[in-house]
């Protein structure tokens, strides 16, 4: 069951459902409709965070199966990029770039108002980027019960022409669901990530 922005709200509330700094306004004003709101009927949007890290063009290879960190190992062999809110990233045709939400998500599992449900989410594009072909993710929506930290963006420019990409902005929607029973947890090799690499550094 995907939560409405009226359950979205009750679940920030009672804590089921954690993201900061939390998305404002919950309600759009209709006296001004061009008043930005990040609730949609059943998603609430999310930004893009300042740090981006480029992968570096090199002779290595992934090795998907290694013992290291892949995070450790994509920090090693990437560019990264610090933005501020007078500056811009300018994401070419066909790069593959690593971004973040500047927004961190929790989603505890043993939640004391509910023992027997807890939640998850998928992280999916906008309309309005992927129009101008901007992929958000791929192949990795999934946010699972009991993950906490930044979402990574792992985003690649599809379309014709370079694409502007200024922290702050809106960048992905997040759509929650409810999950029947409580799992064991299982915690990702990227909890408590704060870098779009994977990292946690604080």
């Known amino acids: ?8 709200h009750a679940a920030l ?3 089921r459902l954690v993201i900061t700094p939390e998305p404002t306004p919950r309600e759009r004003n209709i006296a001004d409709p061009d008043e930005y709101c990040p609730y949609d009927t059943h998603a609430v949007d999310l930004t893009l965070g300042s740090e981006i890290i480029v992968p570096e063009p090199g002779v290595y290879a992934y090795d998907l199966l290694q013992q ?8 090693k062999n990437s560019r990264k990029y610090r933005l501020d809110e007078h500056s811009h990233f300018v994401l070419e045709r066909q790069q593959f770039i690593l971004g973040q939400t500047r927004e961190k998500i929790w989603l505890p599992i043993n939640h004391a108002k509910n023992k027997r449900k807890c939640l ?13 072909g901007l992929l958000i993710h791929f192949t990795a929506p999934t946010v699972h019960p009991g993950f906490k930290g930044h979402l990574t963006l792992e985003m690649i420019n599809l379309g014709p022409a370079r694409i502007l990409l200024k922290p702050g902005m809106p960048i992905a929607q997040l759509l929650v669901e409810e999950v029947r029973g409580i799992p064991s ?3 990702s090799q990227f909890q408590d990530q704060t870098t779009p690499s994977g990292l946690a550094t604080e």
């Open 68 to 75: 290291t960190s892949l995070a450790v190992f994509i920090e």
């Open 1 to 8: 069951m995907i939560l409405s922005n009226l359950e979205l």
């Open 120 to 132: 998850a989410a998928r992280i999916e594009g906008k309309s309005s980027r992927a129009r101008v």
């Open 185 to 187: 947890p299982n915690p």
């Open 13 to 15: 509330d009672s804590k």
